[in-house]
């Protein structure tokens, strides 16, 4: 079975700008969250989606959303970037609910 | 919510040593606790789990010890390989979310 794929794998960006981030999950995975990875905060946790439905969302600004497609595959999108969104994010997928979570190998984003 | 805390932060052992990395966590509720190897570059890849039914898992070289009164777990890596070398995370996750608390990660270097 093929993994979590994530596109792109790099981005750099300026700050103001938007970006949307793709997941794909693995092959009958209907759960999909989100993570954000910096060296200073660790990985910490945006959202999850299942069922295209949002069921959890960590702390972090309204800037952040996203959303999930019939098919599973998930986008996350970030709006008026700053400089301290530069992070790698990561998509993680699962069976369902509560399942052992599988990452990705993240989005690098770079916000100059 | 859930608070995990991870230690050592980095850790060297000779090539043949065993390593060993501890979690806690504060959420009494908290019944799934997966470890992840990240390598540079990669996404966290799931190395063993364990869950709050269980005291000890153990995948050969690889193991993890639960105490669920003490709230903590402990990953146990025998035989250390060059390979080993990497970052790992600890997390939990409690019944009622799909939401998982990581460590903070330890980056472990076997030194061949």
């Known amino acids: 079975k093929a993994g979590v794929t994530q596109t792109p794998r790099y981005l750099i960006k300026t700050r103001g700008q938007q970006v949307t981030l793709s997941c794909s999950p693995i092959s009958g995975h209907r759960s999909v969250s989100w993570y954000q990875q910096t060296p200073g905060q660790g990985l910490q946790f945006l959202f999850e989606y299942f069922s295209e439905t949002q069921r959890n969302k960590g702390n972090f600004p309204g800037r952040f959303s996203g959303r999930q497609f019939s098919n599973s595959r998930s986008e996350m999108n970030v709006s008026t970037l700053e400089l301290g969104d530069s992070a790698l994010y990561l998509c993680?997928?699962?069976?369902?609910?509560?399942?052992?979570?599988?990452f990705g190998p993240g989005t690098r984003l770079l916000v100059l | 919510g859930e608070n995990v805390e991870q230690h050592p932060s980095t850790l060297s052992v000779q090539e043949g040593d065993s390593a060993v990395i501890k979690c806690t966590y504060s959420?009494?509720?908290?019944?799934?606790f997966p470890w992840y190897k990240q390598e540079l570059g990669k996404g966290p890849q799931l190395i063993i789990d364990?869950?709050?039914?269980?005291g000890e898992k153990k995948d050969q070289r690889i193991a993890v010890t639960l105490n669920k009164t003490a709230k903590h777990f402990s990953l146990h890596i025998t035989e250390t390989q060059p390979e080993d070398s990497a970052v790992y995370f600890c997390?939990?996750?409690?019944?009622?979310?799909?939401?998982?608390?990581f460590g903070t990660g330890t980056s472990l270097t076997v030194i061949p």
């Open positions: 959420d009494s509720a908290s019944n799934y």
């Open positions: 997390a939990a996750m409690a019944s009622r979310g799909n939401q998982f608390y």
């Open positions: 364990i869950r709050s039914n269980v």
């Open positions: 993680a997928s699962s069976l369902a609910h509560q399942e052992t979570q599988y």
